[in-house]
């Protein structure tokens, strides 16, 4: 509960970010979003995927060495 806004902040900006369509690290967004974790990132990519957030698909490509890159597709 005490982390709640800030974490719907995060949430609100990665999307804002993602709509686009296109490929991000987690290391751009982290950068994007400003003050956010690639940790934090990633989670909110998985609260993206749940019924409560949009059942959203977060598509991933392997990209070289452990990177990989993410799209947001939003559903209907």
Same mark, same amino acid.
């Given at each position: 509960d005490r982390d709640?806004?800030?974490?719907?902040g995060v949430m609100l900006?990665?999307?804002n970010l993602m709509i686009d369509g296109e490929w991000w690290t987690l !290391?751009?967004?982290a950068q994007m979003a400003g003050s956010a !974790?690639?940790?934090s990132i990633s989670a909110r990519l998985r609260d993206?995927?749940?019924e409560r957030f949009g059942s959203h698909?977060?598509?991933r490509k392997y990209v070289?060495?452990?990177?990989?890159?993410y799209r947001?597709?939003?559903k209907g």
């Open positions: 709640r806004e800030r974490l719907k900006r990665v999307y !290391s751009q967004l !974790s690639e940790a993206l995927r749940k698909t977060v598509e070289e060495r452990g990177l990989w890159k947001l597709v939003l």
